[in-house]
C-alpha cells in the first residue's frame, strides 16, 4: 500500500541552513550536510532542499552543495533554486538528486518544463508554487503565485495555471504558502482544497505545520499526500531552541494510519 | 569487488557510499577499459526517460562488455529504476530497443485503474509481496517496503521472473530476477534500512 509522504524542507542561504517566518527573517541554524546526516538517521521519508537566495540573486544552483547533500542523502533528495537550464537540470540528477525543483523558470516559461520532462523524466520534475494569500473588497480571497523568494506576486490565475501543467504533466506539484511559512498553526486547506480539486498530480503541501496533528489532519483530508514542514523539523518549543527531529516510526504510522484504514 | 556501472544515468554515487558504509569492496566505472577484471557483482542504476537511458548506454561503449559479462560470463548485474526497466525489451514510453536480456516490456500505468488520486507517477513508499524465495530479500520488511517514483512498469513475459510485487491499481513487478539478471523498480539506495539490506544481499548472492 502507498503511504502519504512525511517530508522536511530545509532552507539554505548563503550555504547554510535557516528558517524563515512568512519567508522573511531566515534564522540560521546550522550546517545542511550536518541536518542531512541526522535526518539519515531519523529514516525520513525523503527530503526536500531550497536555496531561496539563488534565483533573487540571479545565479545558478550550488552544484558544490548540491554534490555533498547527494552523496550523503540516504532518501530521495529534492533540490530547488535557481535552476533555469537544462544543463542545470541534467547536472543535478547526475549529481545523485531524485527530482528537481523549479519555480520562476516554470511560471516565466511553462514549456522549460516540457522540455527537461522529456530529458530527464517527468517523475523528476518538481513544480513549486509559492502562494499568497490576497483579499480585497471587491474579490473576496483569492490566491496570488509569486517568485523570487516571495518578492514577486505574478500576473498569474492559480487554477488556470495547473490546468496548464495538467496538459505538460509533471511528477509532483508542492503548494507553499507564504503567509503560513514558520507560523506552525497548520496548513491552509482552503488553498489546497483549491488545488487538489483542478489536479491529479502528487501534491506536496507545504507552509503551517507545527504539531503531529497538523499533518495527521491534512492526511485525513487529502489521503495520499506529502506533508512537508521546515519549523516543525528543526524547531523544538515555544522558544523555537534548535533541535532537529522526526516522528518516530509508531507515530508515523498514526499519522498515516488513517489512510491505510481506506 | 562490485562495479557500479557509470553511463551518465543514475545514483552512482549514493549506491557507492552505501557499500562504503558496508565496508564492500567496491568502484565507480566511469569507462569499460577500466572495468575490473576481479568483478564479482555488477550496478546498473539509471533515472530519467527510456530512450535517453538507452542512448547514454548505447553511446557509453559499456553495451558490449556488459553483453558480454552477464550474457557469458554470467555475472550477477543489478538493474535499479530505469536501469531495470531497460533489461526489458522496449518500452511504451520511447521507440529504442533495450538490452533485451530479460522477456519484458514496460508499459504506462492504467490509471482508470486508482479510485484514488494522486494518478502518476507512482511516487512515495510501497510495501512489497515476494513471489518466491530469494538470498536477495533475505532480512526484508515487506510491509515497510521501498521508495518508488516511475511512471511505466515493468511487465515480465514469464511470469516465474517476477521476484516481487507491488499493488498501485493492480500488481506489478517491483523486483525480478532471471538467472543471474536482477532488477529492482524501487530505489534501494533510497530506502534506508530495506535498501541498505538489499543492496548487501545483492553483494552476498552466492547461488544464481
Given at each position: 500500500?502507498?503511504?502519504?509522504?512525511?517530508?522536511p524542507c530545509l532552507l539554505v542561504q548563503n550555504g547554510g541552513l535557516v528558517k524563515t517566518v512568512k519567508f522573511q527573517n531566515p534564522k540560521y541554524l546550522g550546517d545542511p550536510i550536518n541536518a542531512v546526516k541526522i535526518f539519515n538517521e531519523k529514516e525520513v521519508d525523503e527530503i526536500m532542499v531550497l536555496d531561496i537566495d539563488a534565483t533573487k540573486e540571479v545565479r545558478g544552483p550550488n552544484f558544490d552543495l548540491i554534490n555533498k547533500l547527494a552523496i550523503e542523502c540516504r532518501m530521495p533528495f529534492c533540490y530547488g533554486g535557481g535552476v533555469t537550464t537544462l544543463e542545470e537540470v541534467k547536472k543535478i540528477i547526475n549529481l545523485g538528486a531524485e527530482k528537481v525543483a523549479i519555480s520562476s523558470a516554470a511560471i516565466k516559461d511553462i514549456s522549460f518544463l516540457e522540455v527537461i520532462g522529456k530529458c530527464v523524466g517527468k517523475q523528476s520534475v518538481v513544480v513549486v508554487l509559492d502562494i499568497k494569500k490576497s483579499h480585497s473588497f471587491f474579490r473576496g480571497t483569492s490566491y496570488k503565485v509569486c517568485i523570487n523568494n516571495g518578492k514577486v506576486e505574478c500576473d498569474l490565475d492559480l487554477i488556470e495555471y495547473i490546468s496548464q501543467l495538467n496538459r505538460i504533466g509533471i511528477g509532483e506539484l508542492v503548494i507553499n504558502s507564504i503567509d503560513n511559512d514558520g507560523v506552525m498553526e497548520g496548513y491552509d486547506f482552503e488553498l489546497v482544497d483549491i488545488v487538489r480539486r483542478v489536479t491529479d498530480f502528487p501534491l506536496t503541501i507545504l507552509g503551517g505545520a507545527g504539531s503531529i496533528n497538523d499533518l495527521?489532519?491534512?492526511?485525513?483530508?487529502?489521503?495520499?499526500?506529502?506533508?512537508?514542514?521546515?519549523?516543525?523539523?528543526?524547531?523544538?518549543?515555544?522558544?523555537?531552541?534548535?533541535?532537529?527531529?522526526?516522528?518516530?516510526?509508531?507515530?508515523?504510522?498514526?499519522i498515516t494510519g488513517s489512510i491505510i484504514k481506506r | 569487488m562490485l562495479a557500479i556501472i557509470n553511463y551518465g544515468s543514475g545514483n552512482v554515487r549514493a549506491i557507492k557510499n552505501i557499500y562504503d558504509q558496508l565496508n564492500i569492496e567496491n568502484c565507480i566505472v566511469e569507462k569499460p577499459s577500466v572495468f575490473p577484471k576481479e568483478t564479482t557483482k555488477i550496478i546498473l542504476p539509471g533515472v530519467g526517460a527510456f530512450d535517453e537511458t538507452m542512448k547514454s548506454l548505447n553511446n557509453s561503449g559499456f553495451r558490449s562488455l556488459l553483453d558480454e559479462k552477464v550474457l557469458f560470463d554470467k555475472i550477477p548485474i543489478l538493474g535499479i529504476c530505469v536501469g531495470m526497466q531497460i533489461l526489458a525489451e522496449g518500452s511504451e514510453e520511447g521507440e529504442l530497443e533495450g538490452l533485451c536480456w530479460n522477456k519484458g516490456l514496460v508499459k504506462k500505468f492504467d490509471v482508470t485503474k486508482l479510485d484514488f488520486v494522486p494518478k502518476v507517477p507512482h511516487l512515495g513508499w510501497n510495501s512489497i509481496s515476494a513471489t518466491r524465495e530469494s538470498e536477495l530479500l533475505n532480512g526484508i520488511d515487506?510491509?515497510?517496503?521501498?521508495?518508488?517514483?516511475?511512471?511505466?512498469?515493468?511487465?515480465?513475459?514469464?511470469l516465474s521472473d517476477i521476484l516481487t510485487t507491488t499493488f498501485y491499481g493492480d500488481s506489478f513487478a517491483s523486483a525480478i530476477n532471471q538467472g543471474n539478471i536482477f532488477g529492482t523498480q524501487f530505489h534501494p539506495e533510497k530506502s534506508h534500512a530495506n535498501g541498505i539490506q538489499l543492496l548487501k544481499n545483492f553483494y552476498n548472492l552466492k547461488s544464481c
Open positions: 500500500m502507498l503511504r502519504p509522504r512525511v517530508i495527521k489532519k491534512l492526511v485525513e483530508r487529502y489521503g495520499i499526500v506529502g506533508a512537508a514542514a521546515g519549523s516543525f523539523f528543526v524547531f523544538k518549543g515555544k522558544f523555537k531552541a534548535v533541535l532537529l527531529s522526526y516522528p518516530s516510526k509508531d507515530v508515523i504510522r498514526l | 515487506y510491509g515497510h517496503g521501498f521508495y518508488f517514483i516511475h511512471s511505466y512498469y515493468y511487465c515480465c513475459k514469464n
